[in-house]
C-alpha cells in the first residue's frame, strides 16, 4: 500500500510539474498578438510607434503611400534605416500619389519592388507587425475603420515574414 501511495505522489508532482509547463506557455504567449479596431487615427499611432523602434530593416507592403509617410521613410533612411517596399506598379498607383513614389525610388536606403497584386497593409520590423487593411496614407487611415493585428511574437512574425516574400520576385525571396 505504501508504495502505491509513492508511485500515486511522483505522478502527481509530475502532473503538476506538467500543468506549470503549460501555464507558463500559455502565459507567454499573452499579449503577444493583439486584434483591434483602428479608428480615430489609432493606426497611424501604432505605424508610428514602429517607425520609431526600428533599428535596422523595415519592410512595407502597400498598395501606394501618401506624402506624410513619404517623409518618414525618408527620415527613417536618413537614419541609416534599410526599408523594402512592396508597391503597386506604378501605372497602378493613382495620380496624386505617383510623385511620391517617384521620390521613393530615387532615395539609396529604400528599395522599392512593384507587384500589382496587393490589397492589404503589412509593415514589419525585427520585432514587431502591423497587418491591416487600407494602404500607407494617413488620411485614409484616420477616417477608416479596420482591422489592426499587431504582432509581437517571433514565430508569428516569421509566418508574416513569410506571407510577404511571396509578394517578392523569386530571386529576391529569403
Given at each position: 500500500?505504501?508504495?502505491?501511495?509513492?508511485?500515486?505522489?511522483?505522478?502527481?508532482?509530475?502532473?503538476?510539474?506538467?500543468?506549470?509547463?503549460?501555464?507558463?506557455?500559455?502565459?507567454?504567449?499573452?499579449?503577444?498578438?493583439?486584434?483591434?479596431?483602428?479608428?480615430?487615427?489609432?493606426?497611424?499611432?501604432?505605424i508610428?510607434?514602429?517607425?520609431?523602434?526600428?533599428?535596422?530593416?523595415?519592410?512595407?507592403?502597400?498598395?501606394?503611400?501618401?506624402?506624410?509617410?513619404?517623409?518618414?521613410?525618408?527620415?527613417?533612411?536618413?537614419?541609416?534605416?534599410?526599408?523594402?517596399?512592396?508597391?503597386?506598379?506604378?501605372?497602378?498607383?493613382?495620380?496624386?500619389?505617383?510623385?511620391?513614389?517617384?521620390e521613393?525610388?530615387?532615395?539609396?536606403?529604400?528599395?522599392?519592388?512593384?507587384?500589382?497584386?496587393?490589397?492589404c497593409?503589412?509593415?514589419?520590423?525585427?520585432?514587431?507587425?502591423?497587418?491591416?487593411?487600407?494602404?500607407?496614407?494617413?488620411?485614409?487611415?484616420?477616417?477608416?475603420?479596420?482591422?489592426e493585428?499587431?504582432?509581437?511574437?517571433?514565430?508569428?512574425?516569421?509566418?508574416?515574414?513569410?506571407?510577404?516574400?511571396?509578394?517578392?520576385?523569386s530571386?529576391?525571396?529569403?
Amino acid at each position: 500500500m505504501s508504495d502505491r501511495l509513492l508511485e500515486l505522489r511522483i505522478e502527481n508532482q509530475k502532473l503538476k510539474n506538467q500543468v506549470e509547463q503549460l501555464e507558463n506557455k500559455i502565459l507567454s504567449l499573452v499579449g503577444n498578438i493583439e486584434i483591434e479596431v483602428s479608428q480615430k487615427g489609432l493606426l497611424n499611432e501604432e505605424i508610428l510607434i514602429l517607425f520609431e523602434n526600428t533599428e535596422k530593416n523595415l519592410n512595407i507592403l502597400t498598395p501606394y503611400i501618401d506624402k506624410f509617410y513619404n517623409n518618414e521613410l525618408k527620415r527613417l533612411s536618413q537614419k541609416g534605416i534599410n526599408i523594402l517596399v512592396i508597391i503597386h506598379d506604378r501605372s497602378l498607383i493613382p495620380n496624386k500619389y505617383r510623385i511620391f513614389y517617384d521620390e521613393l525610388k530615387t532615395k539609396s536606403n529604400i528599395h522599392i519592388v512593384n507587384n500589382p497584386n496587393i490589397k492589404c497593409l503589412v509593415i514589419f520590423n525585427e520585432k514587431n507587425g502591423i497587418y491591416s487593411g487600407g494602404a500607407l496614407d494617413k488620411d485614409v487611415l484616420d477616417k477608416s475603420i479596420l482591422i489592426e493585428t499587431k504582432i509581437n511574437e517571433a514565430t508569428k512574425l516569421y509566418k508574416i515574414k513569410q506571407i510577404y516574400n511571396l509578394f517578392l520576385p523569386s530571386f529576391m525571396r529569403k
